[in-house]
């Protein structure tokens, strides 16, 4: 059975990673993002990273792990996982949005805040949701 899944998680950029190593990241991304079929967007500003990823939950849990050990950001916090019917990126293999840090800052705080009160399935969902509409408020 196939389960198309939506992921969020927020981290923290490691010291010296610049625009050369966003722009390894993102070129990397998309490439690889394409032949496994995930879409989905990557919001950096003032030292943090929040991802949405979007696929088949056993692709997408695969590369979450990679992800994961990837040193060029740490501490990161799976926010949430959501079986979706349709995508909200279909068209992006890997989006990038650059974010004021104010603005970065406050979402981690709210989304992370949100994780560890255990926000009930559809709270939490409602919250990523609103985090996604507001994604528009940054700049492509
Ligand atoms: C914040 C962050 C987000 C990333 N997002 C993706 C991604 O969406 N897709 C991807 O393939 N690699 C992503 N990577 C890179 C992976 O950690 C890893 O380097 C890559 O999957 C290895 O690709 P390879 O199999 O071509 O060596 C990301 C890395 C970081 C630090």
């Given amino acids: 059975m196939k389960h198309l899944t939506r ?9 010296g990673v610049g625009d050369d190593e966003l722009k390894q990241i993102l070129e ?5 993002n394409k032949t496994l079929n995930v879409t989905g967007v990557l919001c950096g500003g003032g030292g943090h990273f929040i991802q949405v990823l979007e696929g088949e ?21 799976l926010i949430g996982v959501a079986s979706i ?10 989006g990038y949005l650059s974010n004021p840090p104010e603005m ?15 926000l009930e399935g559809s709270e ?17």
């Fill in 85 to 94: 019917k349709q995508r909200l990126f279909g068209g992006w293999s890997m």
């Fill in 104 to 118: 970065m800052e406050v979402r981690r705080k709210e989304l992370i805040a949100a994780w560890e009160g255990r």
């Fill in 57 to 77: 939950q056993d692709d997408l849990f695969r590369l979450y792990g990679e992800i994961l050990n990837d040193r060029r950001h740490y501490d990161s916090v």
């Fill in 7 to 15: 992921m969020m998680y927020v981290s923290r950029v490691s010291g």
């Fill in 28 to 32: 990397s991304s998309r490439r690889k």
């Fill in 124 to 140: 939490l969902l409602r919250l990523m949701k609103r985090f996604l509409e507001q994604l528009g408020q940054g700049s492509l």
